[in-house]
């Protein structure tokens, strides 16, 4: 069966993945585009952090592998700190339409958000989870009409950004390597699609809103609309905002005057470790540099930093139970999850035993249709 179709239902939307790594200005186009009814895409999933649990799991060949990885996905949605509203998944059901496709975590997670926006009867749906960009290769075996929205913005306030967010590092070092990393991926992406991509600097919508929006709706293949540029109008926008500090300023115009709020918040080490490792990318992109770049990175740096980060991170837990209850048991109800689904796995791992592939019986789909 093909990509583009699901038992009951016609063309699917046109699938889409926004990269190459969050801090990037993302939630603020998302919600932009979010205005238009023909687009659809939700609070992401962030799959990779499930990515390292993936081999626990076995031969995804064996139906039981399958339904409890079916299974696991649907709880990160339902442990997910920001919920898809008015769409509850059954897992039984979810591995039932899938069993006789390919066989993929990307394929559960992305069957999700198509039905997603099935439901808003959107054209497009997006894909916010930007780390997503080291599989991308995976995901357009199994979509190959994928398209991409590469969001570049300046690696010293990005990193400067990711410092402080408890989603990343807790140093320089770290997340400036993070930001190579990406880039380095979305490069891949770039040279083996050249005409799925469009690239976007982050600063071009802070000080072209309009054109740069005008330019990606067209890209996506969708209206652009006036209310995009007034981001107040987006309830999604208001809740998160209130949610965490990291998206404090979502429900705001974006202020132009913190493109280079980053020299407040770097030393001049930083900088000169940032462009020391992005130098490249910040002349393709027109950054203009500030240092020499000249930092000798030895192993021991980054064994130090590691050191570094990780104390930092036990701060910052510490630091956001005190500062902002609700984001702190929302974020660590997703930890724990993902915690006891390793644990669990660990335990579980060769229990079903290797060199049998064992097929479930087949359940009557029409039984899951509710049609009261």
Known sequence: MSSNHHPGHGARPRPVMMIPLRRCGSHALRLRLNL?????????????????LLPLYGDLRDDRAYFRLVVDVVGLAAASMVKWPGIVFDPVEVFESLRGQPRSIHRVAWELLLRAGERRQAQVVMDKSLDSVHYADDIVRLYPDMLFLNVVRDPRAQVASMNRAIIHDFDTLLNARTWLAAHAAADH????????????????????????L????????????????????????????QLSSLWSA?????????????????????????????GPYMDRYGYARLSRGDV?????????????????RERAWHALE???????????????????LHARLSQASGALGSSTIVTLDQLDQGAFVVSD
């Open 250 to 278: 979502n429900c705001y115009a974006p202020i132009a005057t913190n493109i280079d709020k980053f020299r407040r918040q770097l030393s001049d080490d930083d900088i000169n470790l940032i462009e020391t490792l992005t």
């Open 36 to 52: 238009s009814q023909q687009f659809y895409s939700p609070y992401p999933l962030h799959l990779v952090d499930m990515m390292p």
């Open 322 to 340: 005190q500062d902002n209850f609700r984001d702190y048991v929302l974020r660590r109800c997703r930890a724990d999850y993902l915690a006891q």
């Open 214 to 241: 005008e330019t990606v709706c067209d890209f996506l293949g969708i209206d652009f609309l006036p209310q995009m540029l007034d981001v107040a109008a987006s309830a999604e926008a208001r809740q998160i905002a």
């Open 296 to 312: 000798n990175i030895t192993p021991a740096l980054i064994e130090l930093a590691g050191m570094r980060s990780a104390q930092g």
């Open 189 to 212: 992406v770039v040279q083996r699609y050249p005409r799925r991509v469009l690239t976007i600097r982050y600063e071009d919508f802070l000080s072209r809103q309009q054109e740069t």
